[in-house]
């Protein structure tokens, strides 16, 4: 789509008490876009509450929740609208305050530009920084200082020039992080009383260069999307017939055909990048299809071409099984497919990211499994240096690898936005945890293919007479865990079953003498009693663990390692004053006297299994009684036979 | 204000687009509100587009208060006979029965339960999980925040700190059940962009929305039609036939008109490039009380 003299999308960031919201009311008053009604409702609330000292206080205008706007801090991304006789503008604005990372990566992701606010008696700040990086690590190359408050300041052009010449080193600094060419201006301005924003100053008569509305309504925008390959996620398919009422969707049809109806079928879509001819030749992915479209529709219309932006939808050649998440592509330029990514992540959510850890990916193409593999760096957004992190916290942000269970197509991010983006959803909360960049997809993907077994899995555990699984004991130190799997073991034997038995003896002191019990390494000690659980399960063996495992994404993490089905929870509901008060260890007094930091029950949480398959109370339980209902269990869900308990 | 080049409507349309056929593509059971209005106009009208030649595989849902002018209701009929689209429609039977009005109630009382309460209870009846509503952005200051996909938990309540982060045009509409999402197609537009696509698109609006001689009282400053005989005068008001159109149409004695002379769609345009009142001015609603808006959102309203 032409964008020449469409919509540009920008947004405002800066610091609390940058004048943001400020700037941006003045920017609407100045252009005509405020309405009577609204100035009179802004003069009477700038009197009451307003902070501009009896002038208007034009931030009244945007701040428009109620929490934020008793608090005078915006808290969201708000978005404003206005036009001038050069084009239409969508402001994205977004908080300054550092805590909301998040919200300024929303707003850039769907900006072209942005506008960065400096107040003039503090110059460049560590948020200044903060704010560049982001809208370049974003994306966005085109980018003004408006360096704002210059009435606080004299309107003085040497203090002016040294914060200039703070900014464009500042854009130097970032710009290993962030290649290509970047498109900087930086503005004197006061938001307040509007000078430089549509018309140059006469109180700064030394600034002669281009004021923020020239700037907006001037930008060049040509879309490096459009000169990508083209590449068309399949959004919808249109499956219908025609019935006497006009056209019907298939699975609306109720009666059987009596007699041949006209069919049709075509697949809906926005062009994520790139240009599209009717009679093209095409490939679907990911099954490799190879096509051409024989009617393209924009909308109602027949047409001949279509841009990215377009929201079409095309009828191929032949008959093809398309699915909602293919992605049609030029057969001569197709994108790569990979299931193995170096990404960047903004983290969102307030769960802290480790590595090991499992979430929905989603893109245009489908979502899919992903795990983060290993955690490479967090880049230092003060510095602009990438420093090495164990784990992520909310607003980090930093490169990882990243596993997906199946291959899907992609571009990288700075080749083709819109497929190289993606976000993480959490698998428990469904939040939003991350929005991530492609980078590269990394080559061993292609090159280690699962070992290929000779010996399926089900003829190891046929051979002994039972199906593998995983009995997960679950619950705080002392609540019996060790004792029950010794019991349960012991039984299982005697029954003539294959078993094995992992606790914190066998594992701590081997396998996992690395770790220790930061929460970094309780994940990874987790992953890897999970993965051994997971062998020896492949090899027919009945398993039987013993750990805390306080952390419910860590079991259901192993839960997902294994078959579906052969992870049984069972979780040890004996109450924390019990626990305490057996202490067989003694850890209990200790870490009451605080000398065990993150100890579980104390001073670090214990997240129940939500659905178990089995709770068992040591405390009104016998462990030989618990013994009895864990075979219970095994026998009713078919992993024994039940002549084989005693 | 003039801008010389409406190319930039296509970007919105075909922004809109994208939304419906995403949010129908993730949903099981979807609704497009229609509240006969212009934004529902516009918003069925790129339904249209969205799944043509097919039609759009969702019903309308109206919530009738029985308070709507009555030229509205004959529109409706017209549209769906003209489109063939299903269209459900829901009164609350206990505001019904109760009687309740928007003139002895209070306009908060009665908008709680005949509307408010009234799409909730046609919400849960259908089960519908993505709700289509024609709200704009520009519209009011709380509207300005909102989402594409807004997600609403299991009692149709909105968290205006707690929504997701709508990153690229990816959304994420992971939801358990008995959650919802209510989408907004046209968040991006003003009311200006409505009615230039409006024109460039021919779309039939209720002729309410241009200026004729109705008959209307003043009754606080603001101009109410008299559209049947429920309404009734206040002793010293008067009736008078005015030259009035209405910018926002709702229930008739809580939406005030607009002294104009706009008779066509070119007219309105012309009228709103010049004009200095905000759209929602005639909306009696927004003012009964402070962050008033926000407050009907938070407890489900659209």
Redesign the interface.
């Known amino acids: 789509?032409?964008?020449s003299?469409?919509?540009l999308r920008f947004l405002t960031c800066g610091s609390v008490d940058d004048g943001k919201s400020t700037l941006i009311g003045h920017l609407l008053h100045l252009?005509?876009?405020l309405?009577?009604?609204?100035l009179l409702v802004l003069e009477e609330e700038s009197a009451r509450i307003g902070n501009a000292a009896g002038m208007m206080d034009y931030s009244l205008?945007?701040d428009?929740?109620?929490?934020e706007r008793e608090q005078g801090i915006t808290?969201?991304?708000?978005?404003?609208?206005f036009?001038?006789?050069?084009?239409?503008f969508?402001v994205a604005d977004t908080p300054g305050h550092e805590s909301y990372t998040?919200?300024m990566?929303?707003g850039a992701?769907?900006c072209s530009a942005s506008l960065i606010l400096v107040d003039a008696r503090q110059g460049v700040l560590p948020q200044t920084r903060r704010h560049l990086l982001i809208c370049l690590l974003m994306g966005i190359r085109k980018v003004l200082f408006a360096i704002n408050k210059m009435d606080l300041v004299g309107r003085d052009e040497a203090r002016f020039r040294e914060i200039e010449q703070e900014c464009l080193s500042l854009a130097e600094g970032a710009s290993t992080l962030a290649p290509g060419s970047c498109a900087l201006q930086v503005v004197p301005v006061s938001a307040l009383h509007g000078d430089n924003l549509s018309v140059l100053s006469e109180s700064m008569p030394w600034y002669r260069g281009v004021t923020v509305l020239e700037w907006l309504e001037n930008l060049e925008l040509v879309e490096s999307t459009a000169k990508a390959p083209f590449r068309l996620p399949v959004?919808?398919v249109?499956k219908?017939s025609m019935e006497s009422?006009?056209?019907?969707?298939e699975d609306?049809q109720t009666s059987a055909p009596s007699h041949r109806r006209a069919t049709?079928r075509s697949y809906?879509?926005?062009v994520a990048s790139g240009a599209v001819k009717k009679g093209d030749r095409v490939v679907i992915l990911p099954s490799g299809v190879e096509t051409s479209i024989e009617r393209l529709?924009v909308?109602?219309k027949e047409a001949d071409a279509a841009t990215a932006?377009?929201?079409v939808?095309v009828v191929l050649a032949g008959e093809h099984d398309v699915v909602?998440g293919d992605c049609i592509a030029h057969l001569s330029d197709r994108p790569e497919q990979a299931d193995l990514f170096k990404v960047r992540l903004v983290w969102?959510d307030r769960q802290p990211m480790y590595a090991g850890r499992s979430y929905?990916f989603?893109?245009?193409f489908g979502t899919i499994e992903a795990k983060i593999t290993r955690i490479r760096n967090r880049i230092g957004l003060d510095s602009c240096e990438l420093l090495s992190a164990s784990q992520f916290d909310q607003n980090d942000i930093g490169e990882v690898e990243l596993a997906l269970a199946r291959r899907f197509p992609f571009d990288p991010y700075l080749e083709c936005?819109?497929t190289g983006?993606?976000?993480l959803?959490d698998r428990i909360s469904?939040?939003?945890a991350a929005?991530g960049m492609i980078l590269h997809s990394m080559r061993r993907s292609s090159n280690i293919h699962l070992h290929r077994e000779e010996i399926p899995r089900e003829l190891r555990s046929a051979q002994k007479g039972q199906k593998p699984c995983v009995v997960w004991l679950t619950g705080l130190s002392g609540s019996g865990k060790s004792t029950l799997a010794n019991v349960l073991e012991v039984v299982l034997h005697a029954g003539g079953h294959h078993t094995m038995l992992m606790d914190g003896d066998n594992i701590r002191h081997g396998l996992n003498r690395d770790l220790g019990f930061a929460e970094a390494d309780r994940i990874e000690n987790i992953r890897r009693i999970g993965e051994v659980a997971k062998l020896m399960t492949d090899a027919g063996l009945i398993v039987i663990t013993a750990f805390i495992s306080p952390f419910r994404a860590d079991r259901d993490m192993v839960r997902t390692l294994l078959p579906a089905g052969e992870f049984l929870e069972v979780h040890l509901t004996t109450s924390l004053e019990v626990c305490e008060a057996r202490d067989p260890k003694g850890l209990y007094r200790k870490a009451r006297m605080g000398e065990i930091p993150n100890f579980t029950g104390i001073n670090s949480p214990y997240q129940e299994p939500l659905q178990p398959d089995l709770r068992l109370d040591t405390a009104s339980r016998s462990v030989e009684e618990c013994a009895d209902l864990i075979m219970n269990l095994l026998q009713q869900q078919g992993f024994i036979a039940r002549s084989s308990s005693r | 204000m003039k801008v010389m080049n409406t190319e930039y409507l296509l970007q919105l349309e075909q922004e809109a687009i994208r939304i419906i056929r995403e949010a129908v593509a993730e949903a099981e059971h979807p609704v497009m509100m229609y509240s006969i209005g212009k934004d529902s106009a516009v918003m069925l009208h790129l339904a249209l587009k969205a799944f043509y030649p097919l039609k759009p595989p969702f019903p309308l849902l109206h919530v009738d208060t029985t308070w709507k002018f009555r030229e509205m209701i004959t529109f409706r009929a017209d549209i769906v006979r003209r489109y063939g689209v299903e269209l459900i429609t829901h009164t609350n039977p206990e505001g019904l029965r109760d009687g309740i009005n928007p003139m002895t109630h209070g306009s908060r009382l009665y908008t709680d339960i005949m509307k408010t309460e009234a799409l909730k209870q046609a919400l849960d009846k259908g089960g519908f999980d993505m709700i289509f509503g024609g709200a704009r952005r520009d519209e009011e200051k709380s509207r300005a925040k909102e989402r594409f996909f807004s997600f609403r938990d299991a009692n149709h309540r909105w968290d205006p700190r707690g929504q997701r982060p709508e990153l690229w045009s990816i959304p994420n509409l992971k939801k358990n059940r008995g959650e919802s999402f209510r989408v907004f197609p046209l968040s991006n537009w003003t009311e200006l962009d409505v009615w230039r696509y409006i024109s460039r698109e021919a779309i039939p609006v209720v002729p309410l929305y241009f200026a004729a001689e109705r008959l209307v009282v003043e009754r606080n400053g603001q101009l109410i039609m008299l559209d049947d005989e429920r309404f009734k005068l206040l002793p010293g008001e008067e009736a008078k036939l005015l030259r009035v159109r209405f910018r926002t149409l709702g229930c008739y004695p809580l939406t005030a008109g607009v002294l104009s002379t706009a008779a066509s769609v070119a007219e309105i345009i012309e009228e709103l490039e010049q004009v200095s009142m905000s759209e929602r001015c005639g909306r009696l609603i927004d003012f009964d009380q402070s962050g008033s808006m926000e407050r009907k959102k938070q407890e489900g309203y659209f």
């Open positions: 789509m032409s964008n003299n469409g919509i252009t005509g876009n309405f009577d009604d609204q205008l945007l428009g929740l109620m929490a808290i969201d991304v708000a978005y404003r609208y036009e001038t006789p050069k084009r239409k969508i998040r919200n990566a929303t992701s769907n959004q919808y249109l219908g009422n006009g056209w019907q969707h609306a049709w809906a879509g926005s529709l909308g109602d932006g377009m929201a939808s909602r969102m929905l989603r893109t245009h936005t819109e983006a993606f976000i959803i469904n939040a939003t929005c």
